[in-house]
């Protein structure tokens, strides 16, 4: 773990009590973590996230990382999230918003699909006609075969779909 640090991926369970997930209000410290998440985040953020954030050469923030059951069904996130097992983060450029971060957030997926290294690559809530996310969700199984999916969620539209053959070739062409 280079550019992250754990509490940057596991902000549910904090070691003082005071600073602890708004969402969750979770008050355990993180020794208590269910077995393996820790070794999951730690896989996820070798494996992809510092890959990509020194592939990229710019910050890279980390909006949801391991979410507890709790804080995972506040936001609405899927029973079976990668979110739950430490799997998955959400990321973004940093700095930046409107366009400019969908164009940037692009290029952040770009490098991840260059470096091929994933399970899921989700381009989160982007606006018909583009591929250009607000976010990215991008995830990494240590155990069991990574997948290698590309899907996006259009902005204010229930669900995701596959992305076309134009939108892949936005997406790897580098």
């Known amino acids: 773990m280079i550019y992250f640090k754990k509490t940057e991926l596991i902000r549910c369970f904090r070691e003082n009590k005071s600073d602890r997930c708004a969402e969750c209000r979770l008050t355990q410290a993180v020794k208590q973590l269910a077995y393996g998440i820790e070794d999951n985040v730690e896989a996820l953020v070798n494996n992809v996230l510092d890959p990509v954030r020194r592939a990229y050469n710019k910050p890279i923030r980390v909006t ?4 507890c059951p709790i804080h995972n069904s506040y936001v609405k996130g ?6 739950v097992k430490g799997e998955a983060a959400d990321i973004q450029a940093v700095g930046l918003t409107g366009s400019d971060l969908g164009l940037e957030n692009l290029e952040i997926a770009k490098i991840i699909v260059k470096l091929g290294v994933y399970d899921q690559l989700l381009l989160e809530d982007v606006p018909t006609g583009s591929i250009e996310p607000r976010w990215i969700h991008v995830s990494y199984k240590r155990q069991g075969p990574n997948r290698k999916e590309i899907i996006k969620k259009i902005w204010g539209k229930s669900g995701y779909q596959k992305l076309s053959a134009l939108d892949m070739k936005q997406l790897t062409d580098y």
């Open 64 to 67: 949801s990382g391991f979410r």
């Open 78 to 83: 899927a029973t079976n999230s990668q979110h």
